[in-house]
């Protein structure tokens, strides 16, 4: 079964840290670059940052030297760790493929920054 699982979401104070993991069922992993993906309300969903197979990694200008993507094929997780959050980080979190496919979108997780 096709499936991608994303946690780590957590309502945080501005200035704080979290870190966000995202398994995938191989189908969907090995040999893909994915992504991390983010949807504020009212807004569309926007690419935070993606990985290749060999964990070259590329950046949203808003994430630059704030956010950093981490995969491991082995276990066919990546991992977002999100540091000096601020409000408009406010968002629900998905991984994909960098090509999104439909079907494979999650349940997101929830990742809420107070002032």
């Known amino acids: 079964q096709v499936q991608i699982v994303e946690s780590g979401g957590d309502l945080v104070q501005s200035g704080g840290s979290l870190r966000l993991s995202c398994t995938a069922s191989e189908f969907l992993f090995d040999g893909y670059t994915m992504g991390w993906y983010r949807q504020a309300p009212g807004k569309q969903r926007e690419l935070v940052a993606r990985v290749d197979i060999v964990g070259s990694k590329v950046y949203a200008d808003f994430a630059e030297g704030r956010f950093a993507i981490f995969r491991d094929n082995a276990r066919r997780t990546i991992q977002l760790e999100m540091t000096s959050l601020i409000l408009e980080d406010t968002a629900v979190y998905y991984c994909?493929?960098?090509?999104?496919?439909?079907?494979?979108w999650g349940q997101g997780t929830q990742v809420t920054v107070s002032a």
């Open positions: 994909n493929q960098f090509v999104p496919v439909d079907a494979y």
